[in-house]
């Protein structure tokens, strides 16, 4: 193995990391956006805080589910059951990120938008920290062909 090959296939565990560190630097925008709106004329530019945030984790399970996690149960099918439960969480986050979505679009009060923003980012942590326990080991020598912004996200 080249050492770019192995730099390639090291690189996923970071690109993982990297897209979560995105998500939640995207996270605190929303939560910023939120605490600093007004509570009688939230500001449009909040709504597209919220979208633009939904948009990107949502993008960021597509493509896990469509391609990372295929690719690592070709090469570890023990890891079935793990990434299963990480599938079961992207559908429950989906919901979140639905509900916060409407919320933002219905213009609730700042206090709302928070409430949706803390389950949300709750849910997130939890379901990253797990994914990143049980998959960054295997993320080191996982061979995918493919660009990280398909696989991970584009944020």
């Known amino acids: 193995m080249t050492e770019r090959e192995t730099t390639r296939l090291?690189?996923?565990s970071n690109e993982l990391r990297q897209a979560h560190a995105r998500l939640r630097e995207a996270l605190g925008v929303?939560?910023?956006g939120v605490r600093g709106t007004d509570p009688q004329q939230p500001a449009k530019e909040?709504?597209?805080?919220?979208r633009g945030f939904c948009s990107a984790l949502d993008q960021h399970h597509r493509g896990e589910d469509r391609a990372l996690?295929?690719?690592?149960e070709a090469a570890h099918p023990e890891l079935a059951p793990v990434l299963r439960k990480l599938s079961e969480d992207h559908a429950m986050i989906d919901v979140l990120l639905?509900?916060?979505?409407?919320?933002?679009?219905?213009?609730?009060?700042?206090?709302?938008?928070?409430?949706?923003l803390d389950g949300v980012g709750a849910i997130m942590e939890s379901h990253f920290a797990f994914e990143e326990r049980q998959l960054l080991h295997v993320l080191e020598t996982l061979a995918l062909a493919a660009d990280p912004r398909e696989v991970l996200g584009r944020l």
């Open 10 to 12: 090291i690189a996923w």
């Open 30 to 32: 929303v939560r910023a």
């Open 46 to 50: 909040l709504l597209l805080y919220c």
């Open 69 to 72: 996690f295929p690719a690592i």
């Open 98 to 116: 639905t509900a916060l979505t409407a919320a933002a679009s219905g213009g609730v009060p700042p206090d709302e938008l928070d409430r949706h």
